[in-house]
């Protein structure tokens, strides 16, 4: 099988419209030891033809639009956070203390680019919350990998011991990991049968599949806002809910917000949760990237949406999976690297190595939103409350499985991002962003809408037409 192959058979998709799509190959795109750039066409493919079926489906089209996937477009939005400009400033992709460092015994890598991060980690370390990279890095090499790893753990912070792949297949949760399917699916009750709303595209105008789709967003970073942000391209309307306590980085919104809308709501808050019980009284879809658990303790898990809202897709991101003994953990796409043996692979004798671009987070978000759309389309036909579940060690598993693949014939050259370079003015300023590398015949080629500024949004729907 391909990689186009397991991604689409992981959705549930008819294989026979495996035929629909076609592939740009482009030497020099995603450039890795491991099959980067077969993965990552993968699912930006799998995502544009879960969206062109859906559509024709909307639209009673004789046959699904077909599908091309360019690699330069899909390695361009890949780093799409690389990419981004505001006003021809490029923003840091990472805080100081968010890197690689030495340990007693091996390596580390630490994720701080959020200031409560950063506080938890130097905590654990006793560290004042002045302290420099260079005391840092004295306190962590005087330190085994494996007690910097469950004392940061332990104080709420991010950091992971560097392990080989033999050394990640032999732990609990690495062997947890591998028994799951790369996408859980899951119907939990008897809901009606979606109603299918026509969609009848104006003249001149894209084929949107989600129009009309409302969608309650409450991810943070990149996978879970690159799938919500897929599906505000493809017309829904995303309302993304964060609270007051976790303010988002200004720049990582500026990439993952366009297309949508942001509110704060604090849902420990009585008049903020009726606001939100509120939207979610109307919604189709929500996406969650929080850690396993969280939000159970407020009563938003799947099987209390399900009771409240019947008929809805709930799509759930995590790091490690909601299972095994890190299933409650916080994880970043470069910790789940380090941890799965990525970074031995990538890396020389000398120093762990890392991915060409963060594509277990991209990679993951497409294939999320291909599997809300395809539960979408198995709604109109099945009926039921759906839950789908992804975790990007499961999408890191598949990357690392040893699979001989199919590499294709490079017809073209990626040697610059340019053509998938798009720029507009936005109340952040003007910007630089990459543009979307899911496309189908007849489907949209840019956002409708630049993002606004992070939680000036009013808490409720824009849309006043229903999807369903």
Known sequence: MTDMDVAWAALGGDPA???????????????????VREVARACVGACALAAAEWGARRA????????????????TAFHSERHLLVDGRAPVAFAPLSRFWRTADGWVRTH????????????????????SADTVAQTLAERSSAEVEESVYAAGGLAVALRTPGEWAAHEQGRAIAAHPLVGRERLDDAPVRPLVPLVPLGGQPLLPAAGLRVLDLTRVIAGPVATRTLALLGADVLRIDSPRLPELPDQHADMGIGKRSAVLDLRA??????????????????TGYRPGALDRLGLGPGHLAERRPGLVVAQLSAWGAYGPWGGRRGFDSLVQVAGGIAVTEGSADRPGALPAQALDHGTGYLLAAAVLRSLTEQTQQGGTRVVRLALARTAAWLTDGAVRATGHAQEAYDRPADWLAETDSVLGRLRYALPPT?????????????????????????????G
């Not at 680019?113 to 560290?127: D, I, K």
């Not at 019980?277 to 879809?285: E, M, N, R, S, T």
């Not at 840019?446 to 229903?466: F, K, L, Q």
């Open 270 to 287: 009585p008049a903020d949760r009726r606001t939100f019980d509120g939207l979610l009284a109307d919604a189709d879809v929500v996406v």
């Open 112 to 131: 701080a680019n959020y200031p409560h991060h950063r506080a938890r980690l130097l905590g654990a370390l006793g560290l004042p919350a002045d302290a």
């Open 439 to 467: 496309r189908f015949a007849g489907g949209p080629a840019d956002w409708a809408r630049p993002p606004g500024r992070w939680g000036e949004d009013p808490a409720r729907w824009a849309s006043a037409a229903r999807e």
């Open 60 to 75: 009673g089209l004789p046959a699904v639009p077909p599908v091309q996937v360019d690699d330069g477009a899909v390695a």
């Open 17 to 35: 419209l495996l035929s629909g799509i076609s592939a740009v190959v482009r030497q020099g795109a995603l450039p890795s030891r491991l099959p």
